[in-house]
């Protein structure tokens, strides 16, 4: 069997990142999120109503298959409303998931695309995409046309917060010719902004 990894040991290497979901579920109405390459990061439902977890990894399935566990380690901690729906799908992104399309209010890609191309159909129309630049999506959703940024999230350890202000400045490549689709897909890693952010916030038409 698996090793069990919880929560709150993950937060040892990654932190806490429940200011940023916070931030995000006080400036949006977030009500359903998709966490696709997850791992233990349990950090949205302390702030979200309903996160569908979704990885492959068997650790990751034995943390949330103990719901009493996941549930233990948010209590306390929760926005009220949030954490009411945590649900696991141990599958792999890159097929079809068992949620429903255009169903979900924020994407979330941290550490684990680039997932935007298979994932964006759970999406609904006027959704939240946060992503990083760590496996590529950032930088993917920088050049596609039908995605505004609207925020750039910065932190200080555990301390996290949203710049919505100058958003011009973020997203500029260091080298313009790396800013290439196919060779963002291809290499599964972002390329070098002149101002950068911990992750980045786009909205969807
Ligand atoms: C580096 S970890 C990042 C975990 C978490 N998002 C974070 O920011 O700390 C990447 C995770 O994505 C998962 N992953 C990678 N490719 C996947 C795929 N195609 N389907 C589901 N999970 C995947 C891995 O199993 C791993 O748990």
């Known amino acids: 069997m ?4 919880t929560w709150s040991q993950y937060q040892e290497s990654i932190g806490d990142r429940s200011g940023l ?9 977030i009500d359903r999120a998709l966490y696709p390459g997850s791992f233990v990061d349990l950090s949205p439902s302390t702030a979200i109503r309903s996160v569908t977890y979704v990885d492959t990894d068997a650790r990751a399935a034995r943390f949330f298959a103990d719901a009493g566990l996941a549930r233990a380690q948010l209590a306390g901690r929760c ?21 429903p399309e255009g169903s979900m209010d924020l994407l979330i890609s941290l550490f684990a695309g ?16 946060l992503a990083n630049t760590s496996h590529g999506d950032a930088s993917l959703a920088a050049l596609d046309p039908t995605l505004r940024l609207v925020a750039a999230a910065q932190h200080d350890g555990d301390r ?22 196919d060779r963002i897909r291809s290499t599964g890693r972002g390329i070098a902004y002149t101002r950068t952010a911990f992750a980045y916030v786009f909205q969807t038409p």
């Open 2 to 5: 698996a090793r069990l990894v």
């Open 21 to 29: 979901f916070e931030l995000l579920a006080g400036a949006w109405p």
């Open 160 to 181: 996290y917060r949203l710049d919505t202000d100058r958003l011009g400045e973020y997203l500029n490549p260091k080298r313009p010719d790396t800013a290439d689709p």
């Open 114 to 129: 680039p997932l935007w191309g298979e994932c964006h159909r759970y999406l609904r129309p006027g959704g939240w995409f």
């Open 79 to 99: 926005r009220p409303g949030a954490g009411a729906e945590v649900r696991f799908l141990r599958a792999d992104y890159t097929k079809p998931l068992d949620v």
